[in-house]
């Protein structure tokens, strides 16, 4: 009986105890499934029939996959456009918001508000916004003499319009970081500039971008992450479309496994795509570290 | 991967009451306004069209919503509909199980919320503040899911939902998400920054771990309680790869997956369709204008959006 008593009021035991239900879940759903994964990749698997194991096959294949190459060309121009217009937008705009002036308040609800927006929800505002034939955005380029344009429906466009309403979207995300990261430089640095005279222009080049360095630095990791992940938007705007213009990987992989059942091959692109979300990250990491200087 | 970000971006504020990004608390009485009472400052001019941008798609949606059809089908756009329509709001309501997406969505995230700030807080106090057997690798382990994308465990988790015979339920929608590593990490983070003696005392008076956990700890949590639901809510809500997997029956989806079939019917009319957006966003804006400080902190230390 005091035996049990001690087991139960050991550390080992409460400790396990209180942290076994969510450990053991995300055991379930986010460890098995990282090894069943790998396992799959090797695979040729619809998910029903028994599997065949056929080796680094479904890699070998990725290369001459002309869909497969598409989407990646898709999501390496749509992460090179998102991630410097975002972060350079939010810089921008959060350098401007950070001040005391009136209506400071309403100008930052309006930029944070996005913010909270379902991608979906942000998909169906902007089909209308961009519709060819009634939308606000092609009446107002036809006042300047432009238009109509066709936006997502356009082969040359549709992409690079995913491109313009998913900086409208994580703006506000962006501003968030870099407004408490201003907030941390000390006051005493800038009125030190002052008094050394520095501009306006000179102050932000020299002072607030360098100081601004680690906020930079985790949101361009962090948006890489979120760009080569893009997909609810391609699945509700274009599927893929029109033909091929806006495959990005993610889709394709979606595509593969949920409405073709090619469970393995698909599963191997999402290791690549994996993998190659890490090199990024820590090429960005390493990069970051050679310029980034952290205060303290 | 973002391991060496991660850590300090996520510290959590002690300090209930500062809202350091959110703006409504005053800064220190040193910075004067940049505007006298009745200076112009010139930063209005860069404000205001990047506010006008910002709110143009959203205004843009609720005009809508609120027009005829026939008005909605002119060109040029009708910017001030003659009379307000809100019928519309009322005609989804009967045209789609649009209700039931509601209801379902609500279930599905208070569940995942109430989950996670349960399992989570418990899972967080045994990694700070228990040493028990397997504590870091497991701690280890658990951080590592963070870096995973989704798509890396979507087909397995798939396997394993329908092997559990969830799929097509709101219990599939809930179960896989009931404990995030990040709600984990947040609590943990802070359960360490509050002072142990409170705690140590409790426990000589015979608490139990349990006991402390409720009684002493979480009382003095709010902030993190307050960041780990909000970040929840919003992810549930705004879910869509998942649903889109798992749900294929219309009376069980959520809101997300059953906009985007409801767009699928409703193309030609679109003031039903911005209708129904804008119903499906009130409860997210809503929570986001009554805890606006938890949404910005949370957002800015988890990296969370959409």
Redesign the interface.
């Known amino acids: 009986m005091t035996r049990i008593r001690r087991i139960a009021e050991s550390?080992?035991?409460?400790?396990?105890a209180?942290?076994f239900?969510?450990?053991f879940?995300?055991?379930?759903?986010?460890?098995?499934?990282?090894i069943?994964?790998a396992l799959?990749s090797f695979q040729r698997t619809n998910?029903l029939s028994p599997p065949q194991w056929i080796g680094l096959a479904n890699y070998r294949a990725l290369p001459s996959d002309p869909l497969f190459r598409q989407s990646v060309v898709h999501s390496l121009v749509y992460t090179a456009l998102f991630v410097p217009l975002s972060v350079a937008g939010g810089l921008l705009?959060a350098v401007?918001?950070n001040?005391?002036?009136?209506?400071?308040?309403?100008?930052?609800?309006?930029?944070?508000?996005?913010?909270?927006?379902?991608?979906?929800?942000?998909a169906?505002?902007?089909?209308?916004?961009l519709?060819p034939?009634?939308?606000?955005i092609n009446?107002l380029l036809?006042k300047v003499g432009l238009g109509p344009y066709g936006f997502f429906d356009s082969t040359s466009g549709a992409l690079y319009s995913i491109v313009g309403m998913t900086v409208?979207?994580?703006?506000?995300?962006d501003v968030?970081?870099y407004?408490?990261a201003l907030?941390g430089i000390p006051?005493t640095l800038i009125e030190a500039a002052e008094i050394d005279g520095a501009r306006a222009w000179s102050k932000f080049r020299h002072l607030t971008v360098p100081l601004l360095g680690?906020a930079t630095?985790?949101l361009v990791?962090?948006s890489t992450?979120?760009a080569?992940?893009l997909?609810?938007e391609v699945?509700?705007l274009t599927r893929g479309g029109p033909g091929t213009a806006t495959y990005v990987v993610?889709y394709y992989?979606?595509n593969l496994?949920?409405a073709q059942g090619i469970?393995g091959y698909?599963?191997a692109i999402?290791?690549v795509?994996?993998i190659a979300?890490?090199c990024l990250?820590?090429i960005q990491?390493g990069i970051g570290r050679r310029w980034v200087h952290y205060a303290s | 991967m973002t391991g060496d970000t991660i850590p300090e971006a996520a510290r959590l504020p002690r300090r209930a009451g500062a809202g350091d990004a959110a703006g409504e608390e005053p800064r220190p009485r040193r910075q004067p306004r940049e505007d006298g009472r009745f200076l112009f400052s010139p930063w209005h001019l860069v404000l205001i069209p990047l506010a006008v941008v910002m709110l143009v798609p959203m205004v843009w949606m609720l005009v809508t919503s609120l027009e005829t059809l026939n008005e909605t089908r002119h060109f040029p756009p009708v910017l001030l509909p003659h009379t307000l329509a809100p019928g519309n709001y009322a005609q989804v309501l009967r045209q789609a199980p649009f209700a039931r997406w509601f209801v379902n969505t609500l279930i599905v995230t208070v569940a995942t919320v109430a989950g996670n700030l349960l399992l989570c807080a418990m899972a967080g106090y045994a990694f700070a503040r228990i040493k028990f057997f397997g504590r870091e690798v497991v701690f280890i382990l658990v951080l590592a899911t963070l870096m995973i994308p989704f798509q890396v465990v979507m087909i397995p988790t798939f396997i394993i939902v329908k092997h559990l015979g969830l799929i097509n339920t709101l219990g599939g929608l809930i179960v896989p998400n009931l404990a995030q590593a990040f709600g984990i990490f947040l609590f943990r983070q802070f359960f360490r920054t509050l002072p142990v003696e409170l705690e140590e005392a409790a426990r000589i008076d015979g608490a139990s771990r349990l006991g402390v956990l409720f009684k002493i700890v979480l009382p003095l949590s709010g902030p993190a309680l307050a960041t780990v639901a909000v970040i929840t809510f919003l992810y549930t809500w705004n879910d869509f790869l998942w649903p889109l997997i798992t749900i294929y029956s219309p009376n069980n989806m959520a809101l997300q997956l059953g906009l985007t079939t409801f767009e699928g019917t409703h193309q030609t009319t679109t003031n039903l369709l911005m209708a129904a957006n804008v119903m499906s966003l009130l409860p997210v804006l809503l929570l986001f204008f009554l805890a606006q400080r938890y949404f910005i902190r949370g957002i800015a230390s988890t990296g969370l959006k959409g």
């Open positions: 550390d080992h035991f409460s400790g396990w209180l942290a239900p969510a450990v879940l995300i055991f379930l759903f986010g460890i098995v499934p990282i069943w994964s799959l998910l705009a401007a918001l001040r005391r002036i009136r209506g400071i308040v309403l100008y930052r609800t309006a930029v944070f508000v996005p913010v909270v927006l379902s991608t979906i929800a942000t169906i505002m902007f089909l209308w916004l519709d034939n009634f939308g606000l009446f036809s409208w979207g994580w703006i506000g995300f968030i970081v407004l408490a907030q006051a680690p630095l985790f990791v962090w992450i979120n080569l992940q997909f609810d699945y509700f993610v992989l979606y496994a949920f469970a698909a599963a999402a290791y795509l994996m979300i890490m990250t820590l990491l």
